[in-house]
């Protein structure tokens, strides 16, 4: 009885390994599915500034899941996400009314510095700022290269390392 009982356990500790692995696999096909999708809508467009703006704050899971909802034959002629860049909360996902999106964070952990910033030092300031946050590091580094290609966010390169600051009112206006 205690053999069937010990392989009951670790059936039940398996299964809930695998569901975890599966829920991980979602989000990654829902993630790959939208940057697949971006990349045939705008696959003509050279200048990237010209790109819809990245809903950086909502899970992937979150947006996969809306869509289906919606119907996978109904498609929106604007994506979504290309609200202005003043402040922008996230109220839907996860029950965390007026939390900022994730570029809006990074950019505001980034003002508070002058030096160069490494996508690990920015994840490492915003999980001890907002614990409850957890993004991956590869979302933070996604996220980063969007704020660079809206010109928010600047790409500096020291030998391997990739370091980013904020793009300075004064040199937007100088860009402009």
Known sequence: MEQVASELEENRRRQEELAKKIELLQQEEALLSDILNLAERYEGFADASRLP???????????AKRRSAAGATTRRSTPSGTASAGTRTKSD???KPGRPLLGDSLMDLLTGHDEPRSAKELRDELLEKDPSRNPTPQVVRNTLES??????????????????????????????
């Open 53 to 63: 703006e990245q809903a950086q704050g909502e899970p992937a899971v979150a947006k």
């Open 93 to 95: 996902a996860k029950g």
């Open 147 to 176: 704020l660079v290609a809206k010109g928010r966010v600047q790409r500096h390169k020291q030998q391997r390392a990739v370091m980013y600051t904020l793009v300075k009112p004064a040199d937007d206006a100088d860009a402009g």
